[in-house]
């Protein structure tokens, strides 16, 4: 039999809509399995009228204030492990739960109700000084972030990156970015092999030249705070043996890596559905965070309306985090001034004209065909084969970039040449605040390497 000691600590939610004696009732029985020490009342007047009421269910409550300044003054107040939602329809529908969800969970309180519990997720420490990149959704931009970043702030530090991805290796497997020929040619014999050489480590490995350890997942959950499955860990730890002055930690689809961060950063689509941001878990996720990057800025992913309502939406939950915008625009790792060029990507068709007009202008070459179906590879097959004459195909190394694209191409005599999405927007001074705060805090001393 566990002892009353054992139990953790638990603070009640409750409404006005259940009579007094019943909510005594229900917190009598929550005693049988949890140290109850609070209660926080949520709203609602039909069954109990004052906070003088609520003196007869023997335990000190939080009364009459905003369900957000109510809960995170009950953590403060009272240390809780759990928090048991007794409450109801109509004081406390699916908005309210859900923001009450992402407060716990971002203050690192299990949140459970009778048919449900969220717990915060795991995370490991890591010695290095860590700012981990996130995302709410795949194709965000995540990697491309991740990699900028990395370029950026390898000009002052030595920087590594952790990745993870739903097709990365069974072992963590570390990347010499600096040192490595990453050839299309060497990527499609990995491919042979079974490999997925397209995988978020090497496409890292490759923009940013910098050491690069490759992870897998599995299962990312509601709140994406950490993978079900994942050798992130080890990875983490690998990292930690080469001298390394920072390391980013790139999150997968809407999930984030299971370390502990110094610093966040949020990478946010312009094009996605706004609920996603104010709704469900988006808030956790920017609660979590110290920098948002909106991209695709532009139509016709995003307008001008659209794009203010996500930076309104992350500022409703937190109006002091920078938010910056961005789009994306493709760098060449090569020169291909004069080429005719077949552009491979996962970029919407909508924004395929845009990125062509770009290439053209930037880099004087000539893009005679472009295929947005780079991750759908019997499309990109025949968008392949029906293509007009070229003779560079720009891929992006990501998807079917390689088994596919790269192979394919090379098979016809073309040359290849991989692709970055480059994200353009005043990055640039927010990236080094952050690695200079995660160094200072974690090392406590000089940020400077």
């Not at 950490?226 to 990292?239: H, I, T, Y």
């Not at 988006?282 to 996500?310: F, N, W």
Request: charged share 25%.
């Amino acid at each position: 039999m566990t002892r009353a000691s054992e139990n953790p600590r638990a603070i009640a939610l409750i409404d006005g809509e259940h009579y007094l004696p019943v909510l005594k009732w229900a917190l009598d029985g929550l005693r049988a399995s949890y140290q109850l020490v609070g209660a926080v009342f949520l709203g609602g007047t039909e069954k109990i009228g004052s906070e003088e009421d609520l003196k007869a269910l023997g335990v000190p409550v939080i009364y009459g204030k905003p369900i957000p300044q109510a809960l995170r003054e009950a953590v403060e107040l009272f240390a809780p492990e759990v928090a048991v939602d007794l409450s109801d329809e109509p004081v406390v529908g699916y908005r309210e739960r859900f923001q009450i969800a992402s407060l716990l969970l971002s203050w690192g309180v299990r949140y459970v109700g009778q048919d449900f519990a969220f717990t915060p997720p795991r995370r490991v420490p890591t010695a290095l000084p860590a700012i981990g990149v996130a995302g709410t959704g795949k194709r965000t931009g995540k990697t491309a972030v991740c990699g900028y970043a990395a370029r950026v702030l390898k000009k002052s530090w030595r920087v590594g990156i952790v990745t993870m991805g739903r097709g990365g290796p069974e072992e963590p497997e570390v990347l010499h970015g600096g040192e490595m020929e990453l050839t299309p040619e060497a990527l499609v014999k990995l491919a042979d092999q079974g490999r997925h050489a397209a995988s978020d480590h090497f496409e890292d490995a490759l923009m940013a030249r910098v050491l690069t350890v490759g992870c897998r997942r599995c299962g990312g959950g509601m709140s994406g705070g950490a993978p079900f499955f994942s050798n992130v860990e080890a990875g983490a730890k690998l990292a930690e043996g080469f001298g390394l002055d920072l390391v980013l930690l790139e999150g997968s689809g809407s999930t984030a890596a299971p370390i502990k961060v110094d610093r966040q950063i949020l990478i946010v689509g312009a094009h996605q559905p706004l609920d996603y941001i104010r709704g469900y878990f988006g808030p956790y996720r920017i609660l979590q965070s110290h920098l948002v990057v909106l991209t695709g800025c532009e139509p016709p992913l995003a307008d001008e309306e659209k794009v203010e309502a996500m930076e309104a939406a992350v500022r409703e939950v937190n109006p002091e985090i920078p938010v910056i915008r961005t789009v994306f625009r493709p760098r060449p790792l090569e020169p291909v001034e004069g080429a005719k060029v077949f552009l491979a990507t996962t970029a919407p068709k909508g924004i395929l004209p845009v990125l062509a007009d770009y290439l053209e202008g930037h880099y004087r070459c000539r893009v005679v065909g472009a295929s947005p179906h780079l991750s759908k590879r019997p499309k990109l097959r025949e968008d392949l084969a029906s293509a007009p004459d070229f003779d560079v195909l720009l891929v992006e190394l990501k998807a079917a970039g390689v088994d596919v694209g790269a192979r394919l191409a090379l098979q016809g005599g073309r040359k290849v040449v991989f692709v970055d999405n480059e994200p353009v927007g005043e990055l640039d001074r927010h990236l080094y605040r952050l690695a200079e705060e995660a160094i200072r805090e974690k090392k406590g001393g000089a940020a400077h390497g």
